[in-house]
């Protein structure tokens, strides 16, 4: 009897030990899933931080906010993905709070690329990581496809350790300084101002004719050495170049009269690239090599001249081009 006890008791234990290693792998592998989610919506977030003006633009291009409003609008979003990734990564709340919100910022995010997809084709930079890490807006569709079904699965076989005395308080801490840190980290600096219209500058003369001499693709109009023109000199690599322009596209596409024009400087292959990611085709442009482009342009890119009657009247810093202040000065006579 003795005997068939201990035979019993450790086939007993030799069955329920593979269920719970089974049970301790499940729980320390859907643990590490859910850090390498909270891992991907924290470099999500961070990378849009440097540098955060195309972000901005999004939301001015959709509509959801103006020049003034968008970079409070930028931040609190990407404050929104640092509370889902460090949510996820300590495991805070998820079946209550954390899983429900990283599933709802996903499909948001993926029907705005399905939307841009329809509308501007799978083309650019969907700019989910920044500038960071090129995606174009279908591959970020399907990198959003995979996180959602992982989430999902984790809604149903994970609960995280998270849930105790203090959870909620500590969550309540953690909203508020997620939504914070991107302002901390990347402060909002409203520099839109009349300040760069009334500064006294030294008027120079533009000699715009090696630019009808030298320029390809298109020859520019003799019409840009009269009236009021805003030209920017653009190379086709330069990351700074591609921001303005995409900043310059939404403007123009707001108001289609801003006058302006690209003078664009490197190869022929780089440029669709360029136009795929900042949508500018419609922007008038001839592209200016060598010595006439630097004779022109300087060194520092991108350069954005406003011109009246071919007299420089204002070189402007593309984080202070103002759309406003833009429409006041062409309006001004």
């Given at each position: ?18 269920l ?26 961070y ?32 404050g ?12 805070l ?69 998270g849930n ?12 508020i300084?997620s ?7 990347n ?7 009349e ?25 520019p ?20 170049c ?25 190869n ?52 202070d ?11 001004k006579?």
């Amino acid at each position: 009897m003795k005997d068939a006890f201990f035979i019993l008791f450790f086939n007993s234990m030799e069955k329920k030990k593979p269920l719970n290693r089974e049970s301790a792998i499940g729980r320390i592998s859907f643990g590490l899933l859910s850090v390498l989610i909270g891992a991907v919506f924290l470099f999500s977030g961070y990378t849009k931080l440097y540098p955060i003006e195309p972000f901005e633009y999004t939301f001015v291009d959709l509509g959801v906010g103006n020049w003034q409003t968008a970079p409070f609008v930028a931040r609190i979003l990407i404050g929104l993905e640092f509370l889902i990734g460090f949510a996820l990564v300590i495991q805070l709340q998820l079946k209550k709070i954390t899983y429900k919100l990283g599933i709802v910022a996903l499909i948001v995010f993926s029907m705005y690329l399905i939307l841009e997809i329809i509308f501007s084709g799978n083309k650019g930079n969907c700019g989910c990581f920044g500038t960071t890490l090129f995606m174009t807006p279908l591959q970020a569709l399907m990198k959003n496809s995979v996180m959602l079904v992982i989430l999902i699965l984790l809604y149903k076989f994970h609960n995280g350790w998270g849930n105790g005395k203090f959870s909620n308080s500590l969550y309540i801490t953690l909203c508020i300084s997620s939504v914070v840190l991107p302002f901390i980290l990347n402060p909002v600096e409203l520099s839109y101002s009349e300040a760069y219209l009334n500064k006294p500058e030294n008027h120079y003369k533009l000699e715009l004719d090696s630019l009808y001499v030298g320029a390809k693709l298109t020859i520019p109009p003799k019409t840009l050495s009269q009236g009021k023109h805003i030209i920017a000199f653009i190379s086709l690599t330069c990351q700074h170049c591609r921001i303005a322009s995409k900043k310059m596209h939404i403007m123009h596409e707001r108001n289609t009269n801003i006058p302006f024009y690209f003078v664009l400087n490197g190869n022929d292959e780089n440029l669709k690239p360029f136009f795929d990611d900042t949508h500018t085709e419609e922007i008038p442009h001839c592209i200016l090599l060598g010595k006439n482009f630097v004779f022109l342009a300087g060194t520092n890119m991108p350069a954005i001249y406003l011109i009246n009657n071919s007299m420089v009247e204002h070189e402007v810093n593309y984080l202070d081009l103002d759309q406003k202040e833009v429409e006041f000065w062409l309006d001004k006579k």
